[in-house]
């Protein structure tokens, strides 16, 4: 089955249940971004489709009989051009075999509108505005420290950590508390270098000066400091680690 729409990406869809299939490829065919949405309810139909029909992105289930979804990933991998590939499943173990597969992304069912946007948004960065940052609220810090105002650039801040209702800036040569929740400055510094990687820890992106992967677990080196990456951020954090 095919679902045309305006120019965009060509997607398939493969689950093997079809109520699975018909809801995700519905939710699809609405986004801009997305020109076609075919359908597979197996890996087998879903190598038959790729034979015949170029896509660019895959939405894969990956508890299927016969050939599950990370064996077509994997056998997808071997292309010399791959289509993206997005996992679609009700299963949260499989998520570091996905990313270790070059997944674009990992949706838990019931797959939620805002979430599948998000996840065409990271596909599709040439429907993302190119323009320059305009000056906000947060880009100069002022700290108090004995009685003098200091103001401390956003550019100067290699890491932050939450503590409490306040924040501490951490800079190259001193550390600053102020009371600002992490959440604020995540909202204001994402588009400006700087990624969550933690519910407790804003990372400059380019003060990073390691990655470590130990353990299913990876952690970052900042300054001398390591800090933790949540499993919900360590696709991002990774991604933005490889386009720096």
Known sequence: MTIATPTGLRVLVVDDEPPAVAELAYLLSRDPRVSSVRTANDGEEALRVLKNSPVDALFLDIRM???????????????????????????????????????SDYLLKPVRAERLAEALRRM???????????????????VELAGVTRFVPRQDVSYAEAQGDYVRLYTTESSHLVRIPLAVLEE????????????????????????RWESGHLTVIVSGTSIPVARRHTREVRERLSHR
């Open 65 to 103: 009989p016969g050939l599950d979804g990370l064996e077509i990933a994997a056998l997808l991998n071997q292309f010399a051009t791959p289509p993206q590939i997005v996992f679609v499943t009700a299963h949260e173990e499989f998520a570091l075999e996905a990313f270790d597969l070059h997944a």
């Open 124 to 142: 599709t960065p040439a429907y993302a505005p190119h323009r320059a940052p305009e000056p906000g609220p947060y880009d100069v810090i002022p």
């Open 188 to 211: 204001h510094w994402s588009g400006a270098g700087f990624a969550r990687t933690h519910r407790r820890f804003l990372v400059r992106v380019e003060a990073v000066s390691e990655a």
